[in-house]
């Protein structure tokens, strides 16, 4: 139990190196980077699926991807940078963007063509069907690469402590500094628990946001029919 | 280039300890995921309960779970053990929803038909269910290979070895070259090993392209 010392000392939950802070500081790199790699990913993803145009190539960045060490993008891009926040945030964005492209992507293209056409049937132009019919009905598939890349995104932002950055990642490098485990194990826990609550409320903002309808049945036996994919596709983690 | 020229024996060796940390994952995780992906598929209740640990554990950073597996195994912080564990932890967590659904998708019929067969449910699992669902185990092995392979490298940041250690290195001594050198390392292994777990399914499922030939004229 020698472990959760460091956890629980109020030493460690105040001032600038304190855990409250340390959390702002993850939560802030995180935000900023999901927000630039929606503002890339959303509209391309969304265009690339409504007009089919280009697909394999977000399905191909997707895929290579899982291979990227995200430690030899960050310490690459020290070089150019120096150890400021400019190089971790762009290899966070870098690592963002695929899920999402791929996520929206899928989305858009696995709508029902069923039911765009009716769209069309009723009169829609193709901007209205992608923003009334196909996005909603996307929405699962989104949300499930906005997951993956918040996933992405936490990890990296943590192992990019070793290269300056700030954040929870600091407990666990300076915690191997000083040779201080109760420090590193304490940083970890927190880091694990940040991924997880994330992802909780990611799965509870689904559950809210997505139409009743589009909702994956619930297993009513051993050979169902399949839903929609809601959850995400077997997507790797690169951190 | 001339990085990698001049340090060639450095970098067979950083190798060899890379696919010592991944490879074992990969097999282990997959021997385990087998059977708890049966379970998940045999039973409701144990199929949530399965895949809701499984999300939650692959949730985990895996800088965290590095530093977190220590006092749960007991295990000294730089010990092999921990990366070998939490990359086979992430391996059976994607896994065993892979290795359910891929048994779910083998058609009743093909499952019945070996049953009025006579086929006891554990032959009929090894030598029905299971190689019909092999196409769909493999996408997500390679999947879960591919990254094992990438996130043994994060273990470089705590002290492991592998080809991690190339970016720690370039990093302290600011060798761009040996960073380069050793992403593509990196993505050259992940693609060996990728095209080798698709050879491994062509051998296993002959069926697949025999099937694709038949009625094609000779």
Known sequence: ?????????????????????RLVEHLGYVALAMIIALVIALPVGAWVGHTGRGGFLVVGSANALRALPTLGVLILLVTPFGLSIIGPL??????????????TYAGVRNVD????????????RGGEVLWRVELPNALPLIIGGVRSAVLQVISTATIAAYVGLGGLGRYIFDGLAQRDFPQMIGGSLLVALLAIVVDLLLAALQKVVVSPGLQAAPRSGPRRLRAMPTTRPAAARAA | MTWVLGNLSLIGELLLQHLYFAIPPIIIGLVLAIPLG???NRNTVL???????????????SLALFVLLPPLLGTGILNPANVIVALTIYTVALLVRTVADGLDAVPSAVVNSATAMGYTSLRRFISVELPMAVPVIL???????VSAISLV????????????????????RDIPAETIAGIVLVLLLALAVDGLIVLIGRALTPWTRVGSAVGRPA
């Open chain 1, 1 to 21: 139990m020698s472990y959760f010392g460091w956890l629980f000392d109020p030493a460690n939950w105040t001032g600038s190196g304190g855990i409250p802070a």
């Open chain 1, 90 to 103: 762009i290899a966070l964005v870098v690592l963002a963007v695929p899920p999402l492209l791929a996520g």
């Open chain 1, 113 to 124: 063509p069923a039911v765009v056409d009716a769209a069309r049937g009723m009169g829609m």
């Open chain 2, 38 to 40: 049966w379970l998940a």
């Open chain 2, 47 to 61: 199929r949530s309960t399965l895949l809701n640990v499984s999300g939650l554990l692959y949730t985990v950073p």
């Open chain 2, 139 to 145: 996408a997500g092995l390679r999947v879960a290979a």
């Open chain 2, 153 to 172: 490298t994060v273990g470089a940041v705590i002290g492991f070895g592998g080809l991690g250690k190339m970016f720690t290195d370039a990093f302290q």
